[in-house]
Every structure is written in C-alpha cells, then in structure tokens.
C-alpha cells in the first residue's frame, strides 16, 4: 500500500495501479472486518488511478467500494472524496446528468462543511457547465471553487479550480484571462508537485495560445504536456493533445499531418471508453479536414457523427462550430440554401451562448455564402462585422482569413485599391503562420489583381 501511494505521487499510474492490487490480494488473506481501514483508501487510489489511465469500468468498481466502505466506516470526507471521483469518471465519459447526481451527493456527504473535495466537486460542475454552454453558471462555480481553495490553502485543488476557470475563458474567447489562469495553475503545480496537473496547464496554456494565432507558443505546450501524459500512461489526455497538434496541422494546410494526428487520437479514445463529447470532437475536426480536401462526402459522414455524439450528451459549445463546417460543406458542395441555413444556426448559436469568436467565424461564412449569391453589398458587411470582433479578440489567424474573404468581395465590385491593400495585410499574416493553403488562396488573389 505504500509503495503504491509513493507510486501514485509520482504519478507513475501502472506502478501505483500494480502495487495496490497486489495491496488487496494480501488483504484478502486477512478478516475483512479487520482491514476495512485499510482497504478504503486502496479501493479509493484503484479507482483514482485507472481513472486517470482510461480503464472506466474497473476503476468503476473500486470507487463503489471504497464508497461502500467509507459508508460502513462512517467518514464522510473518503465518501465525499469517492463521490467526487465517480463523478470525473461520468465527466470523462460525458454522462452528465450522472456526474452531476454524483456531485451533488458528494456534497450533501459533506453538508456544511468546506474541504478540498468541495472545492474539486464544483471544478468538476463548472467544467460540465462549459461542456452544455452555460458558462455564467460555469464560471460562478469556478469563482466559489477558487474561494474555498484559497481559504483551505490547497495547492492542487486551486490549481484544478484556476485550470477550470480557464477553460471557461478559452471558449468565450477571452485568451488574455485564460492564460493569466493556466500560468497561475502551472505555478501552483509545480509547488505541489504535481506533474499530472502541470501537464493539464501546458495543455490549456496552449489552448489558449492556438486561440490567439500563436502556433508556434501553443505547439510547444502541446508536445510539453504530450510528452508527460505517454510517460504516466494517460491515454485519454494524450488524445487530447494529438488532437490539437492536428488542429494546428489542419490549420496550416498540413492535411495529411492533421489526419495522421486524428486517426492516431480517435482509436485510443474509442479504446479507453472516452466521452462522446471528446469522440464527437475529433470527427468533427475529421470533417473541417475533408472539407479542406474538397471531400465533401467523407467530410458530412464525420460531420454528422459528431452531431449524433454532441446531442445525445447534450453537448453545446461545439455546436456553432459544427454548424458552422455543415454550412461550409453545403457551400463548397454549391447547395446555397442549405449553407444559408446552417450558417445562421451558427450565427444565432454563437451569439447565444456569447461565444464572440464563433460569432466572428460564422459572419465569415455568410459573407461568403452572400458573395457565392452575388449580394456583394450583403456579403462586405457580413465580413466587416466579423473583421469587427476578430480584431477585438486578438485572433490573427480568424481575422486574416476574413480580411482575405472581403479582398475578394472588393475584387468583385471593381475596387481594386482597397482589394489589394487588405491582400497584403492577410498574407503577411499567413505567410508568418506559415498557412500554406491561405497564402496559395492570397497568391492566386492577387494575381487576378495584379496580372
């Protein structure tokens, strides 16, 4: 049992995992009676471990057990620490309604008292409210979580709460804030020692960078924090990273790296029993991919996919983005209607949950559409409204692609001038990003211009 729990602080999970058992084959040698003490916390570290190495239903097993235990041991900081698990597990897994019936037990376990499983329970809440797009709520449970932690003096559960908070952030566009929140967590990680939680910083601080056009900085920290989730055997975390280096390979025109990294993220999700919030999320950067390729078919067969997982686990801060690539396929298909639909679906779903960089993204789109339809006066004020907010977050890379769309409309009204001076804005953008399919669009602009 000690050698696992000195495993389990070094976050060497298969070692930890490996001693533990061993820990309960000894216990079973002995009268139960007498070692329930002992085997809780087993159970408990079983479940937290392979939690955090994708084997759900045994680590499943183990919490339930050390729940029960608690239970029968009356300690109600191991049945809220339980709780808690069981409910990252259910997040994991994107059952929602599951993790929040588990919170909130583990809550009541606690009653009025305020300890680091309180803390670590409404993190885990705000998460989930970031997962349905409601994220005031989000960031209110964030905000009592940071308050509590502070209070307690708990490095890694303020640490969790700042990581949380900063995942809010990152998807309403506010990348300033997220990584003022992800440096404090990765300050306080590294003080605790938590290489595991480190590792989640260097993610989201790249997250956070990638939003801001940064690559190169959020490639960085991307293969910083990839490179410790394959050493701890996180299979579901190495997922993630694979798939946002894809994203900056899709980004670049880097098509075939981009599938490399998605095919290579998608099985291992499938394998662990991830949440079809994570398996909907790659098939729909699958189809952004195909679309890119010009294969229309391909791209709606991942694209519809990523629907069927994002409604049956009532997923809806991917929602404008997805929308928004089902508009794209319809366009570049030539189907003008339903492009038209599906676009204001992401217009009017961005605006909703106040995600200003998807509502810059889809006022591109409808420009586009507005062009495709010759309502040229429609479509340069489509994209001057999305210039407006891509300019205002800061997104050079978002801004660029919809100062290259209104070059295009001011080529098709014969304002040539004003065209070629926002060529040479975007491309100067594209070529630092080193965004080879952006710069080839830019350099056959501005032949039409020039030759």
Not at 51 to 72: I, K, V, W
Not at 153 to 180: E, M
Not at 223 to 249: C, H, K, P, S, Y
Request: hydrophobic share 40%.
């Amino acid at each position: 049992m000690l050698a696992g729990q000195q495993a389990q602080k070094l976050f060497a999970n298969h070692e930890g995992i490996e001693h533990f058992r061993k820990a309960l084959r000894c216990a079973e040698h002995l009268p139960p009676e007498e070692t329930a003490a002992q085997r809780q916390p087993i159970h408990a570290s079983l479940g937290e471990l392979l939690t955090n190495t994708g084997q759900y239903e045994q680590a499943l097993e183990h919490l339930q057990e050390a729940l029960a235990l608690a239970a029968t041991l009356d300690d109600r900081d191991a049945q809220a620490r339980a709780c808690r698990w069981i409910a990252r597990l259910h997040e994991h897994r994107g059952e929602y309604p599951l993790a929040m019936e588990w919170i909130q037990q583990g809550l009541q376990s606690l009653g009025e008292r305020q300890t680091t499983a309180t803390a670590e329970l409404l993190a885990i809440a705000g998460l989930i409210d970031t997962r349905q797009g409601n994220y005031d709520r989000a960031l209110e449970q964030c905000d009592r979580c940071i308050a509590i932690a502070e209070q307690l003096g708990d490095l890694t559960s303020l640490a969790f709460a700042y990581t949380s908070r900063a995942h809010v952030f990152v998807r309403r566009g506010s990348s300033t804030s997220a990584i003022a929140d992800v440096n404090k967590a990765l300050e306080l990680y590294e003080q605790a020692g938590n290489t595991q939680g480190q590792a989640l910083s260097y993610n989201g601080i790249g997250n956070a960078y990638f939003n801001m056009s940064q690559w190169i900085e959020a490639d960085t920290y991307y293969r910083q924090a990839r490179a410790i989730f394959n050493q701890t055997g996180d299979v579901l975390r190495l997922a993630f990273t694979n798939n946002n280096l894809a994203e900056i390979a899709r980004y670049q025109g880097r098509l075939d790296d981009a599938l490399a990294f998605y095919q290579e993220a998608l099985p291992s999700l499938e394998q662990v029993g991830a949440s079809m919030y994570m398996i909907g999320t790659v098939h729909m950067n699958l189809g952004a991919t195909f679309i890119r390729r010009g294969e229309i078919d391909a791209a709606l067969q991942h694209l519809n996919i990523s629907q069927d997982k994002f409604v049956r686990t009532d997923t809806r801060d991917f929602l404008p983005e997805l929308y928004r690539h089902f508009a794209e396929a319809a366009l570049v298909a030539g189907m003008l209607p339903e492009a038209e639909v599906h676009g204001q679906q992401a217009f009017g779903m961005a605006r909703e949950l106040t995600m200003r960089g998807e509502e810059g993204n889809s006022l591109r789109l409808l420009g586009l559409i507005a062009k495709a339809r010759g309502q040229l006066e429609q479509a340069a004020t489509y994209l001057n409204q999305s210039l407006a907010i891509q300019e205002e977050l800061g997104d050079e890379y978002e801004e660029s692609s919809s100062r290259l769309a209104l070059a295009e409309v001011l080529l098709a009204q014969a304002k040539s001038e004003q065209s070629l001076a926002e060529l040479e804005r975007c491309a100067a953008v594209f070529q630092r990003l080193d965004a080879q399919l952006d710069l080839a669009a830019a350099d056959n602009l501005r032949e039409r211009l020039v030759g």
